[in-house]
């Protein structure tokens, strides 16, 4: 499975970037976006089911972050709004099939991952 990465830029305090990820795999039970600051641990930022595209949100994202599907072109997006540079970090996206709802924020129960895009925040 490859995981593309794309839409990462440098942007101002406020400002907006969105986010690509396409895979070649035509199904995915869950993509996740995750993030790793320097020197800090990658974290959860969002998830979406392909089934019902269920969402899941860090509480620090909660409301400025979306992310969204296009199932016919295999790709998940994350709009960021309203960036704050402690957004600032690489961001990865990454997916698997034996996620389930109490492991869906947990970097461990995602098999596949792509490359990372970097965000850059300014203040």
């Known amino acids: 499975v490859q995981l593309q990465a794309s839409g990462g830029g440098s942007v101002q305090a406020g400002g907006s970037l969105r986010l690509s990820c396409a895979t070649s795999r035509r199904t995915f039970n869950v993509m996740g976006w995750f993030r790793q600051a320097p020197g800090k641990e990658r974290e959860f930022v969002a998830a979406i089911r392909r089934s019902g595209g269920y969402t899941y949100y860090s509480e620090p994202v909660k409301g400025r972050f979306t992310i969204s599907r296009d199932n016919a072109k295999n790709t998940v997006y994350l709009q960021m709004n309203n960036l704050k540079p402690e957004d600032t970090a690489l961001y990865y996206c990454?997916?698997?099939?034996?996620?389930?709802?109490?492991?869906?924020?947990?970097?461990?129960?995602?098999?596949?991952w792509g490359q990372g895009t970097l965000v850059t925040v300014s203040s």
């Open positions: 990454a997916t698997g099939d034996s996620i389930i709802l109490s492991t869906v924020r947990s970097a461990s129960a995602y098999a596949h």
